[in-house]
């Protein structure tokens, strides 16, 4: 399994349930001290990797990692993202251009190369940070669309959600995924 953003946080604290329930993770962040106390904590069932989740070469090497260490890779959590606080009047392109990479393009690269290995271990289907929860947040979204405040967010989630459908579609190959999808 391979977390990515596992340094802290959600990902840490997935991170953590996942060893408990004795799956081996590598848990991957561009915080490397973070994450590497994380892995002491954890113990035996957890590697550290640096992936930064924008480079696709990063992602080679620590699935390749992945792979060498556990036998294969049969899940991913796309858990890394970042936020812009500034709403859009105010936003400056280069901010929402990172935030798109880093949120989307870095979900794509995932998938991208998860998905070979997936197909090499045969298991499950990727799981993506906010499916059922980011679904409910973008119709949340819409009802308040006149509300001042961060505008980025919702639209990102949409795109996440549909970068994750269609590379779902076009990579998948069991009625068992596509379930585990449409939530
Ligand atoms: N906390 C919430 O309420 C909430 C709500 C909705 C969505 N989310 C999303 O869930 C995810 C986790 O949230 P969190 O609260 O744990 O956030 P967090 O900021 O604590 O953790 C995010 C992690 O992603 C890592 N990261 C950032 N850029 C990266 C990059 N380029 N490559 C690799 N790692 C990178 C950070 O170093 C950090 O460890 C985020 O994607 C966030 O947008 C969180």
Redesign the pocket.
């Known amino acids: 399994m391979v977390v ?10 997935t991170a953590r349930l996942l060893a408990e329930g004795r799956a081996r993770v590598l848990v ?4 490397d001290a ?2 590497e106390a994380l892995v002491r904590e954890i113990g035996s069932g957890a590697l550290y990797r640096r ?4 480079g696709p070469d ?1 992602w080679q090497e620590a699935v390749d990692l992945a792979e060498r260490s556990f036998g294969s890779v049969n899940a991913l959590f796309n ?5 812009a606080w500034a709403s859009v009047a105010d936003c400056p392109p280069e901010e929402f251009r990172r935030v798109l ?3 989307l393009v ?1 979900v794509f690269l995932g998938i991208r190369t998860v998905v070979r290995a997936m197909r090499r271990a045969a298991g499950p289907v990727p799981l993506h ?2 499916d059922l ?2 679904r409910k ?1 973008v119709r949340r979204g819409r009802r308040r669309r006149h509300r001042a405040g961060p505008a980025v ?1 919702p639209g990102l ?1 949409a795109g996440v959600i549909i970068v994750s459908r269609i590379t779902h579609r076009r990579t998948t190959w069991s009625r068992t995924s596509r379930a585990c999808w449409s939530g």
């Open positions: 990515t953003g596992g340094a802290r946080g959600i990902g840490a604290a991957t962040d561009v915080l973070e994450g992936l930064d989740v924008t990063d858990n890394a993202g970042i936020l990479d880093v949120n870095g940070r906010g929860l980011d947040r967010a989630r």
